[in-house]
């Protein structure tokens, strides 16, 4: 999955390039100041996107990043989570009470 969304934002950086070459064309032959400003403001984001997209493509490429469809969840330390009781978290969600304390019990 990471993978192709580093393809997409690739993608759609060489979209902005174009653009950008498109509007630098059209800003020449209408001698408009402001599209020229836009034109180069594409370029140059289509020129340095694609760079930092394809250095960290490479990078997570080489850590084993694409191996598998998604990444492992992981803490803020870098470390496995543990494993979720059976139940879920105490209490549910919402902090109410959990099935073995008669939450979905009906009263006459």
Known sequence: MAQFLGDIAFLLEMALLALGLVLLE???KERAGLMRLAGVLLVT???LGPLCTGYFWFRYYGQGGFDHAHPPMVDAM???PMPMP???MPGGMRGGPT???GAH???P
């Open 99 to 101: 099935p073995d304390q």
């Open 105 to 107: 019990q009906h009263s």
């Open 26 to 28: 059209r800003a020449a």
């Open 86 to 88: 059976e139940g879920g």
């Open 78 to 80: 870098g470390e496995m």
């Open 45 to 47: 984001t289509g020129i």
